[in-house]
């Protein structure tokens, strides 16, 4: 067992390093690194610059134009990106329906639809959830009825995550209303321009109504092509997508870099004489959290060098889930902590893009608690932890 | 030992619940929050001082009914469970309590029965920028100038600052910014020369604001108190204020288990209510057992918040806010938690407790802050 980088991993790192450095716009790292909101243009932008360089299929193997790198060598390029102040990669198009449609769609589908995801020229989104179906995700009632060379959708998704902007949506619909809940759903790819799909953005705490919206389908008629693999089939190409929603999620690389946000701020504040920083009382739940981000990603590397011997998503990644998000709360709780009560004025305008906060005025902590506040979806959404715990406890445990 | 409420105490909890339920629905604070400019309703502040509310704790010669500091708490669970806009805590009991503490009958005279009758509104500005939550970290400035003080200072997040028609305003006479003594406190007009108020929303939907004194003079009159002995009186006020965040917190838990509770019985999913899974029935209970022992520590902070034995005050005030502080985090995180999608947007009221939560437990110091003074303290005793 080694538990260092090999040469060639070193390289690849300074590598990275030195073409994001040289490539990614201060302009949006700079929004990255203060919590700011990102709009369609900073994470297209990016997605962009990185398909320039060959990079945007970082996760995808190289038949289809990606890298074809190894588990390690995509964790170190997560990691140099996040650390510099990268956007997420947005993982509806690049991270999770095009491993379906690598796995299951058509070699039609894959040309027409690839080539455009890597390229960024269309932005999708994800139609899982509805408003009477989160968890129990097979319970799901919007309806696609054949007629002819179309299939006609009627129903709604909800906690649609930034579909404001999609071109298309990947949809689980159920197109065999009379079979036992799993089996008889479907997975259609739909037009989001098509006739009949109204978008509706939901307010969350934070303020925000840019995250995630509803979706209504009326009557949408969405061609027979789109569908993926066999009709009916779809519950397990929703289950294969929802395993790679699941070790993105982990962000040990994002949380490194709040981390570091969280030592500085603690560093500026002011507990009597001394700075928050060299309270030991502060100081060491830093340094556990520091501890625990350590284990997670270690753990995190293993997980993906085991499913790169398996060859396939494995229940582990729940764990990895569980942990990150965890982890990702309890830095946003203690950054909001350092900052204390100055972190209590809501002004939405310091989060505007070419704001720069006076660090004296209550503009310095504008983004804590929202961050704190939003960061509670992390361990509701791509199914919530109570469900990762119930999947670890029934696949791995046998309980 | 009784925990029983007073006939009066017992009315008066009643009154409050029927406000609450009657006139301050979610959507009636949904209105004002959206709808009025400085964040809350004057309508509802002159229906609060028609009812006699303003006066609960202000003493009786003054035109008040002389409460104390389980009346504070009967008011502030209810405005908890509202999640109630208007600025009692400012107005009422932070600065109502410190002219009471430490005003001279002059003050007592102009202010009290002003607040009373609801036709004047104060707010302590104490907080400075970056400093934490140590009382006597206060870098303003009141120089002697002849019979006169010129003040310079800045504070921060000054609640309902913005409103106020008048500071109390704690500056240093002498000293350095870390002393404890040599800090006074000042009586200020909001429209003095030299005095620019910032307004802002707070995160929970209240107001505050930052407020700048440059080289605002006052007369010697204004000074409330003993000249660099403030500090006292500055920690008592804050200590009410304390006990009536440990109230108000119990108040909006109490609403986030009711309604958390009837989610788990009628949100169905895989075919049966969510309460029906075990894991979130325990987490109910847990949620359950934080709350009823925040409870218990908001009486005792309640009961002690006026004891005249200081260190013993200072130690169950902090004991409580320690305590209310950590379960408003686990009772405000789990309830969103269990809403599931629900819990994180802005129209149920449960994020509006959750964040109220959040803010009143970074209010006069976190858990974490007044853990470390409880335990400096048992050093202190050794
Ligand atoms: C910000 C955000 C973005 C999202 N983005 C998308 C998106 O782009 N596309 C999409 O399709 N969906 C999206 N989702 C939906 C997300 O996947 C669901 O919110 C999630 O699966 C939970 O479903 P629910 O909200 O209906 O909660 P519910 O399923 O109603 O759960 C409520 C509570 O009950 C618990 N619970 C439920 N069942 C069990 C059980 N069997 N055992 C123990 N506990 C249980 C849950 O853990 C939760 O605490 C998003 C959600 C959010 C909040
Ligand atoms: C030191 C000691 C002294 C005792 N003295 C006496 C005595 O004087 N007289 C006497 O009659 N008995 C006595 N007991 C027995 C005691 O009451 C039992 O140990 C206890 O009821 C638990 O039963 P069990 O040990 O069979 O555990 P189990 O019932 O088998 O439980 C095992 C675990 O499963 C959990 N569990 C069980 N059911 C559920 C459920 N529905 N939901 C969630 N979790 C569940 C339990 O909480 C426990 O963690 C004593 C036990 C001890 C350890």
């Keep these: 067992m080694d538990l260092n980088f090999t040469a060639e991993e070193q390289a690849f790192r300074e590598e990275v390093r030195q073409f994001v450095r040289a490539n990614l716009p201060a302009r949006i790292s700079e929004k990255v690194l203060h919590g700011k909101p990102l709009g369609k243009e900073d994470l297209e932008g990016w997605q962009r610059i990185l398909h320039k360089k060959g990079w945007a299929g970082f996760t995808w193997p190289r038949e289809f134009g990606g890298t074809g790198w190894s588990a390690v060598q995509r964790h170190i390029f997560e990691e140099e990106c996040s650390a510099a102040?990268?956007?997420?990669?947005?993982?509806?198009?690049?991270?999770?329906?095009?491993?379906?449609?690598?796995?299951?769609?058509?070699?039609?589908?894959?040309?027409?639809?690839?080539?455009?995801?890597?390229?960024?020229?269309?932005?999708?989104?994800?139609?899982?959830?509805?408003?009477?179906?989160?968890?129990?995700?097979?319970?799901?009632?919007?309806?696609?009825?054949?007629?002819?060379?179309?299939?006609?959708?009627?129903?709604?998704?909800?906690?649609?995550?930034?579909?404001?902007?999609?071109?298309?949506?990947?949809?689980?619909?159920?197109?065999?209303?009379?079979?036992?809940?799993?089996?008889?759903?479907?997975?259609?790819?739909?037009?989001?321009?098509?006739?009949?799909?109204?978008?509706?953005?939901?307010?969350?705490?934070?303020?925000?109504?840019?995250?995630?919206?509803?979706?209504?389908?009326?009557?949408?008629?969405?061609?027979?092509?789109?569908?993926?693999?066999?009709?009916?089939?779809?519950?397990?190409?929703?289950?294969?997508?929802?395993?790679?929603?699941?070790?993105?999620?982990?962000?040990?690389?994002?949380?490194?870099?709040?981390?570091?946000?969280?030592?500085?701020?603690?560093?500026?504040?002011?507990?009597?004489?001394?700075?928050?920083?060299?309270?030991?009382?502060?100081?060491?739940?830093?340094?556990?959290?520091?501890?625990?981000?350590?284990?997670?990603?270690?753990?995190?590397?293993?997980?993906l060098a085991a499913e790169a011997q398996k060859k396939g998503a494995a229940p582990e990644a729940s764990l990895l889930k569980i942990r990150g998000t965890e982890i990702r709360q309890a830095i946003s709780e203690l950054t909001l902590l350092a900052a204390g009560h100055h972190a209590s004025p809501y002004l939405p305008e310091a989060l505007e893009d070419g704001y720069s906060p006076d660090p004296l005025l209550p503009e310095a902590h504008a983004s804590l608690a929202g961050t704190y506040f939003n960061d509670r979806k992390v361990s509701i959404y791509g199914g919530s932890n109570e469900i990762q715990r119930n999947i670890i406890a029934q696949m791995i445990l046998g309980l | 030992m009784d925990f029983q409420f007073t006939e009066e105490q017992t009315q008066l909890k009643d009154l409050l619940d029927r406000f609450v339920a009657k006139e301050y629905s979610f959507d009636a604070r949904r209105k004002i929050l959206e709808g009025e400019p400085q964040g809350f309703s004057r309508a509802v502040w002159r229906k609060f001082a028609e009812l006699g509310l303003l006066g609960i704790t202000l003493p009786e010669e003054h035109g008040g009914f002389g409460g104390g500091g389980l009346d504070a708490l009967i008011v502030m669970e209810a405005i908890g469970r509202g999640l109630v806009l208007e600025p009692y805590l400012s107005t009422v009991l932070l600065c109502g309590g410190l002219l009471r503490d430490a005003g001279n009958d002059a003050q007592k005279g102009e202010f009290l029965p002003a607040i009373i009758a609801g036709e004047r509104l104060l707010a302590f500005a104490h907080y400075e920028p970056r400093f934490r939550y140590d009382l006597h970290h206060i870098a303003t400035t009141a120089k002697r100038q002849a019979a006169d003080y010129v003040l310079s200072g800045r504070k921060t997040v000054v609640l309902h600052g913005g409103s106020a028609d008048v500071f109390i305003v704690s500056a240093r006479t002498s000293g350095e910014v870390l002393d404890r003594e040599g800090l006074s406190l000042f009586l200020v007009s909001a429209s003095a020369p030299g005095v620019q108020v910032r307004d802002y929303r707070t995160q929970d939907g209240q107001r505050a604001a930052d407020v700048v004194f440059e080289n605002v003079t006052v007369g010697e009159a204004a000074r409330l108190g003993a000249e660099g002995q403030a500090l006292a009186a500055i920690e008592r006020a804050v200590d009410v204020a304390i006990a009536a965040l440990c109230a108000e917190a119990v108040g909006a838990m109490g609403a986030l288990n009711a309604d958390t509770a009837e989610y788990l019985k009628t949100r169905k999913q895989f075919g049966v209510p969510i309460g029906k899974f075990q894991v979130l029935q325990h987490r109910m209970v847990d949620m359950f057992i934080h709350t009823e022992q925040a409870r218990s520590m908001a009486y005792l902070a309640a009961v002690k918040v006026h004891s005249e034995d200081t260190s013993e005050r200072r130690r169950a005030l902090s004991a409580a806010k320690t305590l209310v502080g950590q379960a408003a985090r686990f009772v405000g995180q789990q309830a969103v938690q269990l809403h599931g999608g629900m819990g994180v947007t802005d129209e149920l009221a449960v994020s509006h407790h959750f964040k109220r939560l959040t803010m009143i437990n970074l209010a006069f110091g976190d858990a974490e802050h007044h853990l470390a003074r409880f335990s400096d303290q048992l050093l202190a005793k050794e």
């Excluded at chain 1, 500026?268 to 001394?274: D, K, L, T, V």
């Design chain 1, 85 to 303: 102040g990268a956007p997420p990669i947005v993982a509806f198009g690049l991270l999770m329906v095009a491993p379906v449609i690598m796995a299951f769609g058509s070699p039609a589908q894959q040309e027409r639809f690839l080539p455009r995801i890597l390229a960024s020229e269309d932005w999708w989104c994800q139609g899982y959830s509805e408003p009477g179906s989160g968890s129990d995700l097979a319970s799901l009632q919007t309806r696609a009825e054949r007629q002819g060379d179309h299939y006609v959708v009627n129903g709604v998704k909800t906690w649609n995550t930034l579909g404001q902007y999609a071109d298309w949506i990947f949809c689980l619909v159920r197109t065999k209303p009379d079979a036992r809940p799993q089996a008889g759903i479907s997975f259609l790819l739909i037009d989001m321009k098509s006739p009949g799909i109204t978008v509706r953005p939901i307010r969350m705490l934070d303020g925000r109504d840019d995250e995630v919206n509803e979706v209504w389908l009326e009557n949408v008629q969405v061609p027979v092509e789109n569908l993926i693999g066999e009709e009916n089939k779809g519950w397990t190409y929703a289950k294969y997508l929802l395993s790679h929603e699941r070790t993105n999620i982990a962000e040990v690389g994002r949380s490194k870099r709040q981390l570091l946000r969280l030592k500085q701020i603690a560093a500026e504040q002011r507990a009597g004489a001394q700075p928050l920083l060299a309270d030991p009382r502060f100081r060491d739940k830093i340094a556990q959290i520091e501890i625990d981000l350590m284990a997670l990603e270690i753990t995190c590397l293993r997980v």
